[in-house]
């Protein structure tokens, strides 16, 4: 018996319009792609949500661990110069 | 829906923890700041969600029974075509609210084993039976109702997964309450024996549903964490007090009587006051001696067993495909 064997985890990720990227919506179980992609448009687009959908497995997503949240994410916040407003500009040039 | 006050605090011994983790964690919170699947969090916040939100997936799943008993029965085809489209809707609650669970670190076959072997609880609502087609207007104007009233705050529950599951099941829910009330209007406008199928149907779910909300303020345990916590926003007894608020006119309207002797309007603090609840009827039906409990489980264990070869046979087509493509 094949019970004990859980089916793998997919993130859903759905265009709701075209000239939008895809967002991620959630997520669900299937066997394989095939199932995942047919289960996003039951589940995910009963409303007219979107126009195309993208699965992905769980497994195959790396993400940044948040405990190194302050590391990975310290310099754009001290690097004021990245932004325009760091610059004077004179007032009689107006909006640049 | 449908989330009820089975969302106590677990009360496990507290694991010793890092306390200046748990006090920042509390700032996060108190600062509004979502909790995410990854964030550090403490053992009991982790436990009490993953409990709340799996008893929520269930109650999703479980509240397909007494309406999906209607679908082949429904007076007309478009009361048929809203009815399976509403019922297919609460088994997309279901889902998105065990892939919330998941991220918690429990597996969602774990959960369904939890439902099945009878050791989680689900609304208590669900173990009352559906006996005329008017049930199936109160079902939608009263249960989906009263999960409105339960599921609004949670959309900003401190627990981002969570709050993201309720967004997608609130956007869901109005359509329910709205067909189920326009069945009531319809019922309440026909002829006599109508109109008293509706009353029927009203005088049963009405005190079930008052129970929703969970035991009174004054006996409801733990409920404190939850509120620190921010995974609760309001007290059982505020949620039940809007709920009546807001369906009384909506009775009026239908020419129905709500079955409360005591019901009164009460100008000091414009609420409607209402009657006794039983609480005893409550914890009768959650310790499952409800009308349809074993049912109920019965249906879902009959369902599980016999579904048993379809995932089967997706697993081995999935698992021949891999092969072939090797
Ligand atoms: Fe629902
Ligand atoms: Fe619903």
New interface residues.
């Given amino acids: 018996m094949m019970e004990n064997k859980m089916m793998p985890l997919w993130e859903v990720f759905i265009r709701s319009r075209n000239g939008l990227a895809h967002k991620h919506v959630g997520s669900l179980h299937a066997t394989d792609s095939k199932m995942a992609v047919q289960a996003a448009r039951d589940v995910y687009t009963r409303r007219g949500e979107g126009l195309s959908i993208w699965v992905v497995p769980s497994a195959a997503i790396v993400a940044s661990d948040p405990s190194d949240k302050a590391m990975m994410f310290e310099p754009a916040e001290s690097k004021v110069y990245r932004h325009p407003t760091f610059y004077e500009v004179p007032d009689e040039i107006g909006h640049m | 829906m449908y989330t009820q006050a089975l969302n106590a605090t677990d009360s496990q011994i507290q694991p010793v923890e890092d306390m200046s983790q748990a006090a920042a964690f509390q700032a996060r919170i108190d600062a509004e700041e979502r909790i995410?699947a990854?964030?550090?969090m403490p053992e009991t916040y982790r436990r009490t969600l993953a409990r709340q939100i799996s008893q929520h997936a269930h109650s999703e799943i479980v509240g397909m029974l007494p309406e999906g008993n209607w679908i082949t029965r429904a007076p007309s085809l478009r009361r048929k075509a809203a009815l399976l489209?509403k019922v297919?809707?609460e088994c997309?609650h279901g889902?998105?609210l065990y892939?919330a669970a998941?991220t918690l670190g429990i597996?969602?076959?774990q959960f369904f084993g939890q439902l099945l072997s009878g050791n989680a609880k689900y609304s208590s609502i669900f173990n009352y039976p559906a006996t005329t087609w008017a049930d199936i207007g109160a079902i939608g104007w009263l249960v989906d109702g009263a999960a409105i009233m339960n599921q609004i705050p949670l959309c900003r529950c401190s627990y981002g997964p969570y709050a993201?599951?309720m967004i997608?099941v609130c956007k869901?829910e109005s359509f329910h309450q709205r067909q189920g009330f326009e069945i009531m209007v319809t019922l309440s406008r026909g002829t006599g024996e109508q109109k008293a199928m509706a009353q029927d149907a009203l005088n049963r779910w009405w005190w079930p549903c008052l129970m929703m909300f969970g035991p009174p303020d004054t006996v409801s345990e733990h409920s404190d964490a939850s509120m620190a916590w921010k995974i609760k926003r309001f007290s059982n007894d505020e949620l039940r007090q809007k709920f009546v608020d807001a369906t009384v006119p909506q009775a009026q309207h239908l020419g129905l009587m709500l079955p409360d002797p005591d019901l009164r309007f009460d100008e000091a603090s414009g609420h409607w006051l209402y009657g006794e609840i039983d609480w005893n009827e409550f914890k009768q039906v959650l310790a499952g001696n409800g009308p349809c409990n074993r049912d109920r489980l019965a249906a879902r264990r009959k369902a599980h067993a016999e579904g048993?070869w379809v995932?089967?046979a997706?697993?081995?087509?999935?698992l021949k495909?891999m092969r072939a493509a090797v």
């Fill in positions: 995410e990854n964030d550090w489209a297919q809707d997309g889902l998105y892939a998941e597996s969602r076959e993201r599951a997608r869901e048993a995932r089967d997706a697993a081995a087509h999935a495909q």
